[in-house]
């Protein structure tokens, strides 16, 4: 902690903005050092006779700015909830190994959560799961046994290729377009390649940060009804995406398993998700998961049922949401006349380069130039022509290196593109 500390004297009203004023002055006469860490909200509010919403409300203003990084908050609510933990846990969810013993009470606040994501579910239709890499692992091991195939978009989820070869199913990308997977190709492959399941991420998380709408949606659930094969949808953004359509799930209950969860829109140390499932895949998902997981981690589902009970993990996807809109204007304002994809609500962008421009090159010079940027073939599922591009993730880092990261990468595409020399 800091020597530095406000002077309550000096605070008036609004008491958050002008408290935020006098650690802006102090950050900028340096006062306050590059990296020096801010009291806690509490110890802030104790030492100061403010309240702890007063405080946080001054560091999200501070966040705004640019001027602190968004760990204090984020930090005092964990904290916070791990106190109550020690203080509140229940036996079962220390002792007990039996997941129907330690989740009926969770599962009932998970259907609240869900209703949030656009989905009605039953309780006894929901598992936890310990993020969504497990949700949507669990469901293809339900859905997609050994030799099977599921189709999915040519620009995917980075993890499926793998997954698949672990697994045992086969992978087969379908065309996109700016609207997500197209509709008459998945009816082609399901006529053609026998597919069992088809894997999407229509809200946004998708590499190319596309929202499919809702004809779109209802038109997948359409197709995958007439071929009668389950949908396994990937919802990890859930509510923090505003105004999008009624999930691919409510279009296809019957044959939607829906994958969701908090990691990228609370707290990451937050591994916790939920996959809901139709009457038809509950045995089998309770099945599969109990010998790849055997449950989620009861402490971890504490807290994050306190979390949806008394409206934290909607205050956390509030802050997340408009903490990604500005690092979107950001984008904009550094990118300025160049062509790409971006949701202003999501985490990264989707940047296609130049035809003179080779994929790892430019990775490779933006990585020289301190800047980590994922090659577009990371995501790649079809082997079909494909055009160098790269994704640009907007979060794990401060504002102010944002900036300067997208200005290196600005600089990159109007400069000169021949490769780099390898020192041997």
Request: hydrophobic share 45%; with cysteine.
């Amino acid at each position: 902690m800091t020597l530095w500390q406000p002077d309550p004297a000096l605070i008036r009203r609004p008491a958050y903005l002008s408290l935020a004023d006098q650690f802006a002055r102090a950050i900028h006469d340096g006062k306050l050092a590059n990296g020096a860490r801010l009291p806690t909200h509490r110890r802030l509010a104790d030492d100061l006779k403010l309240s702890v919403q007063t405080v946080s409300r001054a560091y999200e203003e501070l966040i705004r700015r640019g001027l602190i990084a968004g760990e204090p908050m984020h930090l005092e609510k964990l904290k916070q909830a791990l106190g109550w933990l020690a203080e509140n846990l229940p036996s079962s969810s220390a002792l007990s190994f039996r997941p129907n013993m330690v989740f009926p009470r969770h599962r009932t606040v998970a259907v609240e959560w869900l209703k949030l994501c656009g989905l009605d579910a039953s309780p006894q239709n929901i598992s936890l799961t310990n993020g969504a890499t497990a949700g949507m692992t669990v469901a293809l091991m339900s859905v997609a046994p050994p030799g099977s195939t599921v189709a999915t978009e040519a620009i995917g989820h980075h993890t499926l290729v793998p997954l698949a070869r672990y697994l045992g199913f086969n992978l087969e990308g379908l065309p996109i377009d700016g609207n997500g997977l197209v509709p008459e190709a998945l009816d082609e492959a399901c006529r053609l390649s026998g597919i069992r399941a088809v894997f999407v991420q229509p809200s946004v998380i998708n590499p190319t940060a596309s929202l499919m709408d809702d004809s779109r949606r209802e038109q997948i659930a359409a197709v995958a009804r007439k071929h009668d094969i389950a949908i396994i949808e990937n919802d990890v953004l859930g509510p923090l995406v505003e105004g999008r359509p009624p999930a691919v799930a409510a279009f296809a209950p019957e044959r939607t398993l829906y994958v969701t969860s908090f990691t990228k829109i609370t707290v990451p140390g937050l591994r916790i998700g939920y996959l809901a499932v139709p009457d038809r895949y509950v045995a089998a998902v309770a099945n599969r998961h109990l010998v790849s997981n055997w449950m989620a981690t009861p402490m971890v589902a504490e807290i994050a049922t306190r979390w949806v009970n008394d409206g934290t993990a909607f205050e956390l996807v509030n802050w997340q949401r408009g903490a990604l809109r500005r690092r979107q204007e950001i984008a904009a304002e550094m990118l300025a006349g160049v062509d790409y994809r971006s949701h202003r609500e999501g985490l990264h962008l989707w940047l296609e380069l130049p035809g003179d421009r080779a994929e790892e090159s430019f990775v490779a010079q933006a990585r020289l130039r301190g800047v980590a940027i994922a090659p577009g073939t990371s995501f790649r599922i079809a082997d079909t022509p494909w055009h160098p591009a790269v994704r640009i993730s907007l979060g794990s880092t401060t504002e102010g290196e944002l900036r300067s990261g997208l200005s290196v990468v600005a600089k990159l595409l109007l400069g000169d593109p021949e490769h780099l020399l390898l020192a041997i």
